[in-house]
């Protein structure tokens, strides 16, 4: 599978953006997904994931309440969206995919996990 995420940009505090992670290759059904996230000078960190099986999401504590990992079957794509940013938020966003992944909350975010990597999409959240 290819991945293509795209929907960075430079937004203000409070803002909103929507990442998408269009995939192509192969369908994502039995993918789990991951968007990762890489702020300067810090090392890359997990932000959600949604699991192929059941549809279970998962989310780093900073973003819980504020980002939504969603699927879109008919256009292949897993999108992020991202509500009330803010400076921390800045980062470039990676999506991840591994096949029948199976996670739970104590893994979803290791890296390693995943074999497949989009390239990243940058969020700046700047006045």
């Known amino acids: 599978v290819q991945l293509q995420a795209s929907g960075g940009g430079l937004v203000q505090p409070g803002g909103s953006l929507r990442l998408s992670c269009v995939a192509s290759?192969?369908?994502?059904?039995?993918?789990?997904i991951g968007w990762f996230r890489q702020a300067p000078g810090k090392e890359r960190e997990g932000v959600s994931c949604?699991?192929?099986?059941?549809?279970?999401?998962y989310y780093t504590d900073s973003v819980k309440g504020r980002f939504t990992i969603s699927r879109d079957i008919a256009k292949n794509t897993v999108h992020l969206q991202m509500n009330n940013l803010r400076p921390e938020d800045t980062a470039v966003y990676y999506c991840?995919?591994?096949?029948?992944?199976?996670?739970?909350?104590?893994?979803?975010?290791?890296?390693?996990?995943?074999?497949?990597w989009g390239q990243g999409t940058l969020v700046t959240v700047s006045s």
């Open positions: 949604r699991r192929y099986s059941d549809g279970s999401t």
């Open positions: 290759g192969s369908a994502l059904d039995s993918y789990t």
């Open positions: 991840a995919a591994e096949p029948d992944l199976a996670v739970d909350g104590s893994i979803w975010s290791l890296d390693d996990l995943y074999d497949y």
